[in-house]
């Protein structure tokens, strides 16, 4: 199992910005990639961003392009996302994802990843 932990969020005006962090430990070995997810009240989880552990391969939902950019420590065992320019709609707990899949069109769904960090709240005040 993978061990995962977010941090970074907070209370911001739009247009601001926040960078998160996502820490991962334990079981490391054979991830294939982390991906950020959001969930606001009474809505499903959303896929926001995804990046490859051993490739350059990077994915984001349509909402977030060109205003969030997510990267990767590979020493650190972290990854980052870089949000800016936020927007009301952007509030949500945002949380991080690790996964062991392999194959093609399967980083924007929640079940293809084991293991998912406490979460952490981004608010965007207008």
């Known amino acids: 199992q993978v061990q995962l932990v977010e941090s970074g969020g907070g209370l911001v005006q739009a247009g601001g910005s926040l960078r998160l962090s996502c820490a991962a430990s334990?079981?490391?070995?054979?991830?294939?990639?982390i991906g950020w997810f959001r969930q606001a009240p009474g809505k499903e989880r959303e896929f926001v961003a995804a990046i490859f552990w051993s490739t350059v391969s990077i994915y984001y939902a349509e909402p977030v392009k060109g205003r969030f950019t997510i990267s990767k420590d590979k020493d650190k065992n972290t990854v980052y996302l870089q949000m800016n320019s936020l927007k009301p709609e952007d509030t949500a707990v945002y949380y991080c994802a690790a996964s062991k899949t392999f194959g093609s069109n399967w980083w924007r769904a929640p079940p293809a990843y084991d293991s998912w960090g406490q979460g952490t709240q981004v608010t965007v005040s207008s």
């Open positions: 334990g079981r490391t070995f054979g991830t294939t990639a």
